[in-house]
């Protein structure tokens, strides 16, 4: 007999019902668009990894997370797909302007997660643009960054951006995401980054990545998530 399957507790929705996805395994037992899943599997992606399986039941449901996993741990795309299915289903489109904004704290670590972004998006038609500091003519960039519908970028940037760009306003921001919350603290962003959270629409969800679960990923996780479901992920095995 093959045991009976796992029942995590990390399926649990705020209404202590289980979410039908908890158990899920595999991207394709998600419910995912078809445009998402193409996406997956062009890139060989088909069984998520463990802070995949516990986050993406809870952030699909439009739940804010903070999710501490370790470097490598595949946190990238817990929360690029939430992500795209955030605006594949508000029908986001070309003239809807900025949708999403995904912080990184280095324009390495930004880079990376642009090319996972537009690679496994790819069948969706959002724009995604990469705003990182001297990367090119921050006037070139004015002009075309309040037309893009993602936007990936360094705290420094971004408030560049929101300090100097004429129209930069994205009030209907759908999703936030801080990813690598821990270097972003501690590379001292702390400042820039609650100037920009003070900033942003307060509705809308937030995802918070993080590889470690310090005091001031705590900080600012209480003061900027709404009831969210605080995942714990350690090495199994
Ligand atoms: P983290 O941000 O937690 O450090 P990444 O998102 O950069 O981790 O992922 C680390 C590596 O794991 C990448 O090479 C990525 O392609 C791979 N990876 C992520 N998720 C999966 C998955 N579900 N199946 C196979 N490989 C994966
Ligand atoms: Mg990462």
């Not at 399926?11 to 078809?34: N, T, V």
């Not at 070309?94 to 997660?113: F, H, K, N, V, Y």
Request: hydrophobic content about 35%; aromatic content about 6%; charged content about 25%.
């Amino acid at each position: 007999l093959s045991p009976p399957p796992k029942k995590s507790p990390i399926g649990k929705l705020p209404d202590g019902s289980f979410s039908p996805y908890a158990g899920a395994d595999k991207f394709f037992q998600l419910p995912l668009s078809k445009r998402t899943k193409d996406g997956l599997a062009d890139k060989k992606f088909s069984s998520m990894t463990d802070i995949q399986r516990a986050s993406l039941p809870h952030s699909l449901c439009g739940r804010d997370i903070l999710g501490a996993a370790k470097t490598g741990s595949g946190k990238t795309l817990a929360f690029v797909i939430p992500v795209l299915e955030k605006l594949y289903r508000a029908r986001w489109g070309p003239e809807d302007g900025i949708g999403c904004i995904i912080m990184s704290p280095t324009r390495e670590l930004a880079d990376q997660l642009f090319e996972v972004l537009t690679s496994v998006g790819r069948h969706h038609g959002f724009s995604a643009g990469l705003l990182i500091g001297g990367r090119k003519d921050v006037d070139t960039e004015k002009e075309r960054v309040i037309k893009l519908n993602i936007l990936v970028c360094t705290p420094g940037r971004l408030l560049q951006h929101m300090d100097e760009t004429p129209n930069f306003q994205c009030p209907d921001l759908q999703i936030l995401v801080l990813d690598e919350a821990d270097r972003m603290l501690d590379v001292g962003f702390k400042k820039e980054v609650n100037a920009i959270l003070s900033q942003l629409p307060r509705q809308k969800q937030t995802l918070l990545f993080s590889a470690t679960q310090t005091k001031s990923v705590q900080h600012l996780a209480r003061l900027n998530l709404k009831d969210p479901e605080y995942l714990s992920v350690h090495e199994e095995s």
